[in-house]
């Protein structure tokens, strides 16, 4: 890829694949609807074990080593994005736009780098019982890049307490950097739960279509499916019925 212009060298949006699970058409969908919905010029990053089919807009770079340890057969997926706190994260400098790549872009991103803060996270979805909840949905989350290297460096140096406290890193990092004041959250409107907010109640689910919610920017999938079987209508649950997001196939496209 062509070398990023100065302006874009100050506004990265970093995604991350490994493994099988997604192919390459989700790292370019999601590059392509970040170029059409967020203004001026950025450099978009992929931190990834395989190249291979990515667009050529897309720098790709590898994934730092965690240093895990882990037991044969345990996986490190849990823990993966807390490599893009390293102190040099490939030279990168600048702010940096997390997404995971099976969100649906649908607004402006414009705002997620215009909102005061050093630290920004979706607030989880949480039940009516888990009033008072501060762990974060890293489905996005904003940071400075090398600014938050601590995180990353305390996890290296306490594998063990770390993980058997906290099932994954956005656990994690909230805890601790809400210990430091430092956590703060998208507006709620921003960042829906496509499992929440768009999938009418039941009986309604059986003829409505699942929505787009007012002011929603960016649907985070997590739970329910992933964006080709919403399109579909098709659920995780066997006996849940959704009508097809047929609204879908506008954003995610290449």
Not at 43 to 48: I, N, W
Not at 50 to 76: F, M
Not at 231 to 246: D, I, Q, T, V
Request: glycine content about 6%.
């Amino acid at each position: 890829m062509a070398a990023p212009t100065a302006a874009a060298q100050q506004r990265h949006v970093i995604c991350m694949k490994w493994g099988t699970k997604y192919g390459p058409e989700y790292v370019n969908r999601l590059y392509a609807m970040v170029r059409r919905n967020l203004t001026g010029d950025f450099h978009f990053v992929c931190l990834t074990d395989d190249s291979t089919g990515i667009r050529q807009e897309v720098h790709c770079l590898p994934i730092p080593d965690l240093d895990l340890n882990l037991a044969p057969g345990e996986r490190d997926g849990a823990w993966q994005k807390l490599t893009t706190f390293e102190a040099d994260l490939h030279g990168l400098r600048g702010t940096a736009l997390f997404m995971d790549l099976d969100v649906v872009v649908v607004g402006s991103l414009d705002g997620f780098f215009e909102q005061p803060g050093s630290f920004r996270i979706i607030r989880d979805y949480v039940r009516p019982w888990q009033f008072g909840r501060i762990t974060g949905n890293s489905s996005i989350y904003r940071f400075e890049l090398g600014a938050h290297a601590d995180l990353l460096d305390y996890f290296r140096t306490h594998i063990n307490e770390v993980r058997s406290q906290f099932r994954n890193e956005q656990a994690y990092l909230s805890h601790r950097l809400h210990s430091q004041g430092k956590l703060q959250y998208w507006p709620q409107a921003w960042c829906p739960s496509f499992k929440y907010s768009c999938i009418p109640a039941w009986p309604s689910n059986y003829w409505r279509e699942p929505i787009v919610p007012a002011d929603a920017r960016v649907v985070i999938f997590h739970g329910e499916c992933n964006p080709p079987d919403a399109l579909a209508g098709r659920r995780n649950k066997r006996f849940r019925h959704m009508e097809p997001a047929r609204w879908i196939a506008r954003y995610w496209n290449e």
